[in-house]
């Protein structure tokens, strides 16, 4: 159970299959998901999270016997109902960062990221190193599927974060990794962003393998830079496809 970094504590403390549902509680409290979803199979989700399709499912009933999830014999697994209660991304709650705006989000990422990622790559071990490679092969697949790629996306991020040694300025950096996610979803169903993510991706992996703490925050700068600008064009009302 300890193999899963973004779920190792909460693994610890209380059964995988509630991990999983606050898992995938927290995806619709961010945007992630939302009303309608199709939820990746439970094989996708398995290796995304990287736990046992059991816990998986487990995890889903959960949320359905509170009414969040719809499973329908024969058809994916959907999201019914958005209200999910109080559910906390790092140390906020979710959506809460979106209250800034987005310049500031942007300076604080670039702040704090380039301390927490620049420490990871000092950190960052062979197990962990191999949870990122897995989540590079999941998001590979998923060059069509938006949803499922920015599920996996979020693992990945955060893997990263809970690699370095203060716990708060990872936490805080999944806060600010949050951030109008609604954005985010549609600058990822454009033409070639998923492709271009998962090139940044692959950059920030070769970076960390060298424990090179320089390559690793400048890699992760470029990556965070396409998202500023990406989110800002949006924001704005920019409906042109992307380059």
Not at 121 to 137: T, W, Y
Not at 182 to 206: F, N, Q
């Amino acid at each position: 159970m300890a193999q899963l970094p973004i779920l190792g504590e909460a693994i610890v403390k209380r059964p995988i299959t509630n991990a999983i549902a606050d898992k995938i509680a927290g995806l619709i409290a961010s945007g992630i998901l939302q009303v309608g979803d199709a939820l990746p199979s439970e094989r996708e989700l398995s290796v995304t999270l990287n736990v046992s399709r059991d816990a998986v499912r487990g995890g889903i009933r959960i949320l359905a016997a509170q009414g969040i999830l719809e499973i329908s014999q024969g058809a994916r697994t959907r999201v019914a109902r958005a209200d999910v209660g109080s559910v906390t991304v790092g140390f906020a709650t979710a959506r809460a960062i979106d209250a800034y705006d987005l310049d500031a989000v942007h300076a604080a990422r670039l702040l704090v990221e380039r301390q927490v990622v620049s420490d990871a790559a000092g950190r960052i071990d062979a197990r962990r190193i191999a949870v990122l490679e897995s989540l590079l092969a999941a998001q590979k697949a998923a060059l069509d599927d938006p949803v499922r790629f920015l599920i996996s996306d979020r693992e990945f991020h955060v893997a990263i974060y809970q690699a370095s040694s203060n716990r708060l300025l990872a936490d805080f950096s999944t806060d600010l990794y949050a951030y109008m996610m609604e954005y985010r979803r549609e600058a990822v169903a454009r033409p070639g962003a998923i492709a271009t993510s998962y090139a940044d991706h692959v950059a920030i992996v070769d970076a960390l393998k060298a424990h090179d703490g320089e390559a690793s925050a400048a890699a992760f700068a470029v990556h965070t830079g396409r998202i500023y600008a990406t989110t800002h064009l949006l924001m704005q009302g920019d409906t042109a496809p992307a380059d």
